[in-house]
């Protein structure tokens, strides 16, 4: 491993564990208040969704991850991956931080069907960061078209599987579509 690869695998360590520190001192809880930790739970409308490990929103940061990494590419004349790397994880990782904010919470409760989220726990916001690593570097192996593919099949899965995904989370969280919000529902 070389010296660069080394010095960016401790800087994602202390920044992931300084995310997950931040939420703790938030108030966000280590694991499930079930006290069990899952590998997968797929039931959204619980008390558990985004409590476990993995749940249907993984496939959401995964694609922060394909996306994050096209964006940066952007500017690969001027950064190296390495360092797009690490912008990508502080934006994730930032994201992690706010989606837990009591404001946020609330905000996705007032106008989604997730009236039963309380927040991530600390280990699913951790996966979740995992999960934009594990996308950041498909995106940085696969060709981009292949890249594309994946992005588009993770999303068109979980609207055929629950009814959301990253695009629709991000709608109805900045703007809610009493449309949207019916369907979702079965209505």
Not at 100 to 112: K, L, P, Q
Not at 142 to 162: N, T
Request: glycine share 6%.
């Amino acid at each position: 491993m070389s010296r660069s690869n080394i010095r960016i695998t401790i800087l994602t360590l202390v920044i992931v564990a300084a995310t997950a520190a931040t939420l703790l001192a938030m108030g966000r809880v280590p694991i499930c208040k079930c006290g069990t930790v899952k590998l997968w739970h797929g039931v959204v409308a619980s008390s558990e969704n985004s409590q476990h490990l993995t749940d249907w929103y993984t496939f959401s940061h995964i694609i922060h991850g394909l996306v994050f990494f096209a964006v940066l590419s952007l500017l690969r004349s001027k950064l190296t991956v390495g360092v797009r790397f690490l912008i990508a994880l502080v934006i994730e990782c930032g994201w992690e931080i706010t989606e837990n904010t009591n404001a946020i919470i609330e905000r996705y409760r007032a106008v989604t069907i997730s009236l039963d989220y309380y927040g991530d726990s600390v280990i699913n916001s951790t996966a979740d960061i995992a999960a934009m690593i594990l996308g950041f570097w498909l995106a940085a192996k696969l060709p981009v078209r292949y890249s594309v593919a994946l992005a588009i099949a993770l999303e068109l899965f979980s609207m055929w599987m629950i009814r959301d995904g990253l695009v629709l989370n991000v709608l109805m969280l900045l703007w809610p579509l009493d449309a949207v919000r019916e369907w979702q529902a079965g209505i």
